[in-house]
């Protein structure tokens, strides 16, 4: 027979009067498979008994795992913030075992982790010169290695993975042709459009294709295609060789006896050199087309006339440097894309701020170096 205030039940029981000492009797398996049953059964238990202590008693306790656990400090913590004195009776040297594997000061700890709050300014910029200095180490490392591996390439030609460099090929080049014939039109459409509504006052119409012609092919043509493949194939290059690192295929090629660098990064790289001067040239003549439309539609311009311009405008010098530019700029692309991948550590975030990092180390590069060749080329082109 049960005492007055007693409910039976296979899981749960309960004994005790409503507002005073209720004590709760647990038994059979708290696992995963049951913590859910577990939960409701106390719920309903405990739902209009509002007592001012509550003892869990843990005699006929057959298994508890770590989730079985968590649920029992749930339950004492819930009946704390109550003001409910709480406590178990009758824990078994098993279940008191699992229970102190249970960190109880992390599960109040929130999970988000502030950033320690940094009181001098020297201090962050010690921290941030040390952080580049790493980094700028890391990157010559690689900067040697992956010049190691083109030389072993360039001697030993069977060695280079050309199914590979053919896939990037398509993957870089191919795919990217309509993004970059709609950028490449568009600009020298504003290019052309912006220009003459200033030389039209002068009625120097026909000096747009000369600006048109010079703007794209010198400067923006290479960098414009450099951009577009740094946003699209840079980042895929860094997010594919980050998840190999992730998955551990990486270390699998190492235990292989494979070098990842000529392995993963000399086939995108090859690639990458090959395809960029390609897309300069198509994005060169989309943007003189851009321009053509505007002097045909608004300059009362001929096609002859305007091609005939451009021709006179612009020279072989402008061409081969144009292409230089695109050559190193795919270098730079593929070489700090690949870096950035085979460096992560971690799991997906890190992969994702491998790839965001390979993007705006690529633009920046892109940057710095057509800084360099500006100046370079002034200097080539006068003297």
């Known amino acids: 027979m049960a005492e007055p205030g007693e409910r039976k039940n296979d899981l749960v ?4 009067e409503r507002g005073g000492t209720i004590k709760l009797f647990l038994s059979g398996r708290i696992a995963l498979d049951s913590i859910s049953l577990y939960t409701e059964e106390i719920r309903k238990r ?15 306790i057959e298994y508890l795992d770590s989730s079985g656990a968590l649920i029992l400090l749930e339950l004492e913590g819930r009946a704390k913030s109550q003001a409910i004195a709480f406590s178990f009776d009758n824990m078994p040297d098993e279940v008191h075992r699992i229970m102190g594997l249970i960190n109880r000061e992390a599960l109040t700890t929130p999970s988000v982790k502030t950033e320690k709050k940094r009181e001098y300014l020297l201090e962050e910029i010690g921290e941030a010169s040390f952080a ?6 890391r990157i010559l490392i690689f900067v040697g290695e992956i010049l190691d591996a083109l ?44 220009s003459s509504l200033q030389l039209k006052q002068f009625g120097a119409n026909i000096y747009v294709a ?5 703007a794209i092919i010198r400067e923006l043509g290479p960098m414009m295609t450099a951009i577009i493949v ?11 060789i980050g998840t190999m690192r992730v998955n551990e295929e990486v270390d699998a090629l190492v235990t292989m006896g494979f070098d990842p660098t000529q392995f993963l990064a000399v086939p995108k790289v090859l690639a990458a050199m090959i395809v960029v001067p390609i897309l300069t040239l198509y994005a060169d003549v989309f943007g003189i087309v851009g321009g053509l439309l505007v002097g045909i539609t608004g300059l009362d311009l001929t096609i002859h006339t305007y091609i005939q311009q451009t021709v006179n405008s612009v020279t072989l010098f402008d061409f081969a440097s144009s292409l230089i530019k695109s050559v190193v700029f795919a270098a730079l692309i593929s070489g700090i894309s690949c870096q950035r991948g085979l460096q992560v550590r971690g799991g997906a975030e890190a992969v994702g701020a491998a790839a965001t990092s390979a993007v705006v180390s690529s633009i920046f590069l892109i940057i710095v170096a057509d800084s ?3 100046i370079m080329l002034y200097y080539v082109q006068w003297s």
Not at 210 to 214: D, F, K, P, Y
């Open 13 to 16: 029981q309960v004994r005790g």
């Open 46 to 60: 405990l739902s209009d008994l509002k007592p001012k202590e509550l003892i869990v008693d843990l005699t006929n």
């Open 132 to 137: 580049f200095y790493k980094d700028m180490r």
């Open 210 to 214: 000369s600006l048109v012609g010079i």
């Open 151 to 194: 030389f072993h390439a360039v001697r030993n030609p069977r060695l280079v993975r050309w199914d590979d460099v053919l896939f990037y090929v398509k993957r870089a080049g191919v795919d990217g042709l309509p993004i970059l014939s709609l950028l490449s039109l568009l600009m020298g459409l504003i290019i052309a459009f912006m």
């Open 372 to 374: 360099a060749f500006a």
């Open 230 to 240: 740094a946003g699209r194939s840079g980042s895929a290059f860094a997010a594919e």
